[in-house]
């Protein structure tokens, strides 16, 4: 589940295409096997792919395969069908866990994953699910970023193999995330939402643990637009700024940065500027949630430069204001309108 370690979704970029055998009774393409070697503490999964102890992060540098600059081929397919499972099915929740922090989840997504038999999901996000719950599962399936089709598949696999599985991610499923695609993949297999019970966990999405952390930047309407390529063309992105910008939205930047595509985040402060003033607030947060949180608010015609900082990654998120949001006290405001009808 992509989202911003704040609490919303990064696009996580496969990098595999071998295939191998699914001890469920399936055959994976894709499925894991490169991940399975990118970690020396790999062992076999039950349902066909890589199983890597929880917390053993191979990618907890951040350099990655997939954000790193390297190439890599993104073509994963689904194979198995529903009809190369036996079992009767069991369930599949997609559960979203929120900011980055045990107190930022939800009871009904902790109740969720308690009683999940097997949890899967990236392994950082795996590592942000408190002990009690990973100790009370059956099992956990964790991989390294990159491959998100094939850990999908692999919940989903688990799941029609008579499991009940829960597979994961910060912030909110359908923020940037893995929910759709969970839905796309049991579509493909034959398969249906009905047959494994599947629901959608709602967590606290980035735009909003993120805005929360920076004052009242979201109270009017407001956008959200993520800056990766790696699924929807640059071209459509620009096309879509231009168009929010140009209106009251305020706008919350996704997935702002990262060594493989600095330039998106340079087009996107250019654009930005086509449209708005360069002293309109823009609010920035790094690893909400997380031990290393950082907040700090600018202006819009400085954004850009913070592209050369720590502060900006793929665990930042960007509030950018409109033309009546302002900084007092600190704190980023956006007028909700009452001002004009009440006094006070």
């Known amino acids: 589940m992509s989202d911003t370690t704040c609490g919303g979704s990064t696009d996580e970029e496969d990098s595999t295409d071998d295939a191998e055998t ?15 070697g990118s970690s020396a503490g790999s062992s076999e999964s039950a349902c ?19 954000g790193g600059g390297a190439s890599s081929d993104t073509k994963e397919k689904v194979a198995a069908t529903v009809d190369e499972f036996d079992a009767d099915p069991g369930r599949l929740v997609a559960v979203g866990l929120g900011p980055g922090h045990a107190e930022g989840m939800t009871a009904r997504a902790k109740a969720a994953l308690s009683d999940a038999e097997h949890i899967v999901g990236y392994t950082t996000y795996i590592d942000l699910i408190p002990d009690e719950i990973t100790e009370g599962a059956d099992e956990l399936y964790d991989t390294p970023m990159c491959g998100e089709v094939s850990r999908t598949e692999e919940a989903i696999d688990r799941a029609l193999a008579g499991n009940d599985v829960a597979i994961v991610g910060s912030g909110d499923p359908n923020v940037y995330a893995l929910s759709g695609l969970a839905l796309e993949i049991l579509e493909s297999k034959g398969a249906t939402a009905s047959m494994v019970d599947f629901e959608v966990v709602p967590g606290v999405p980035a735009a909003q643990s993120c805005g929360a952390r920076l004052g009242a930047p979201l109270v009017n309407d407001s956008v959200s637009v993520s800056l990766s390529d790696h699924l929807t063309p640059m071209e459509e992105i620009e096309s879509r700024l231009h168009a929010v910008a140009g209106e009251g939205f305020t706008i919350t930047i996704y997935n702002p940065w990262s060594r493989k595509r600095r330039e998106n985040w340079e087009t996107a402060c250019e654009i930005l500027r086509e449209h708005r003033d360069d002293d309109t607030p823009v609010g920035i947060v790094h690893g909400a949630g997380r031990d290393d949180e950082a907040t700090e608010i600018t202006t819009l015609g400085e954004l850009e430069a913070y592209g050369e900082t720590d502060l900006v990654d793929m665990t930042t998120t960007v509030v950018v204001g409109n033309e009546d949001t302002y900084v007092w006290d600190g704190r980023m405001v956006t007028p909700r309108g009452y001002e004009s009808k009440y006094d006070y």
């Open 22 to 36: 699914s001890a469920c009774g399936a055959q994976t393409d894709g499925g894991a096997a490169a991940e399975a």
């Open 48 to 66: 066909g792919a890589s199983s890597t102890p929880a917390g053993d992060d191979a990618d907890a540098s951040g350099a990655s395969a997939c």
